[in-house]
Nanobody
Framework: VQLQASGGGLAQAGDSLRLSCAAS????????MAWFRQASGKEREFVAR????????FYADSVKGRFTISMDKAKNTMYLQMSNLKQEDTAVYYC?????????????????WGQGTLVTVSS
């Protein structure tokens, strides 16, 4: 499984940004995909996850109501629409994937990682 993230950049508080993660896999229907982020000096934390069909999503409390995760199966691409951005959303965002069951939020359960994309939110 290969993952390619894109879409980060500089935003002001209250702005919106959309991140993309293109996946390449033999059996994409078995993938559960997620976004994590890592702020400077902090541990990587879970943001949101989605199953391949898009029927099941789950969010961290810190982004619930502001971020939306989605899947375009035709393009094998996952998105993270980020709205009402806050300074505390500043981080390197990583897309991740695991083959198999859903329901995990810990980095240790995700075997595949894309390169990070930096999101910087200014006041």
């Amino acid at each position: 499984v290969q993952l390619q993230a894109s879409g980060g950049g500089l935003a002001q508080a209250g702005d919106s940004l959309r991140l993309s993660c293109a996946a390449s896999a033999r059996t994409p229907s078995r993938l559960v995909m997620a976004w994590f982020r890592q702020a400077s000096g902090k541990e990587r934390e879970f943001v949101a996850r989605i199953n391949w069909s898009g029927s099941n999503t789950f969010y961290a409390d810190s982004v619930k109501g502001r971020f939306t995760i989605s899947m375009d199966k035709a393009k094998n691409t996952m998105y993270l629409q980020m709205s009402n951005l806050k300074q505390e959303d500043t981080a390197v965002y990583y897309c991740a994937a695991r083959l198999g069951s859903d329901g995990y939020t810990s980095t240790k359960y995700f075997n595949y990682w894309g390169q990070g994309t930096l999101v910087t939110v200014s006041s």
